[in-house]
């Protein structure tokens, strides 16, 4: 079955770059997302690709697609303290209706 | 606000008893997904219901079922409520079931078993 996994927890300073990264088990999976969680809020979706890609830049989010390793990251440029939340990454494909979610990743942007 | 609206906010409730959580999907929207969100195992998918209709099914235990209604909200029931029921539960709509299918999420109900 589909399995996502990503590292649990990722501490940085403000400004600097982040990197999350996330690894994914089902080849056939289509679109690739990351979701963000803020304190008592539901996910937001941030951004997807599509398989076929190798990169999608939107503003401040950079994401990474190696399909061959089946291995997906973010990463968030000039990174401020609004950015501390959880990102989960999701996987589908695309006959599937639901997503498969990461455990999420808690981002903590120390000043 | 999101658009998906989730009701109850929080709920209290003890072990053996039976609860009913409601989701009001975005405006267009006809699918509907519940996920629990627990400490120990991360966002899980329980099921998914498009245009009224069950189309998939995930770690949903017998104690639990679902319907979407004509309206097309939908309701999450819970049953014989144990400990680990604890959770957040969430809803999440698309506008169909297949293709990209971005998900938005309600701010979910959190349910706590004592």
């Known amino acids: 079955g589909e399995d996502v996994e990503q590292s649990l927890f990722l501490s940085v300073r403000e400004g600097d770059s982040s990197v999350i990264n996330c690894t994914y088990t089902?080849?056939?999976?289509?679109?690739l997302y990351w979701y963000k969680q803020e304190p008592g809020a539901g996910l937001q979706l941030l951004t997807y690709?599509?398989?076929?890609?190798d990169m999608k830049q939107d503003q401040r989010l950079t994401v990474l697609l190696n399909k061959k390793d089946k291995h997906l990251s973010l990463r968030i440029a000039d990174t401020q303290t609004g950015d501390s939340a959880i990102y989960f990454c999701?996987?589908?494909?695309?006959?599937?209706?639901?997503?498969?979610f990461g455990d999420g990743t808690t981002l903590t942007v120390k000043p | 606000d999101s658009g998906v609206t989730q009701t109850p906010k929080h709920l209290i409730t003890a072990t053996g008893q039976r609860v009913t959580l409601r989701c009001s999907p975005r405006s267009g929207d006809l699918s509907v997904y519940w996920y629990q969100q627990s400490l120990d195992q991360g966002l899980q998918f329980l099921i998914h219901y498009y245009n009224g209709e069950e189309r998939a099914k995930g770690n949903i235990l017998e104690r639990f079922s679902a319907q979407q209604f004509p309206d097309l909200h939908s309701e999450l029931n819970l049953s014989s409520l144990e400990l680990g029921d604890s959770a957040l539960y969430f809803c999440a709509s698309s506008v169909g079931g297949t293709g990209a299918n971005v998900l938005t999420f309600g701010a979910g109900s959190r349910l706590t078993v004592l």
């Open positions: 089902d080849s056939s999976s289509t679109y």
């Open positions: 690709i599509f398989s076929n890609m």
């Open positions: 999701a996987e589908k494909n695309t006959n599937a209706g639901k997503s498969t």
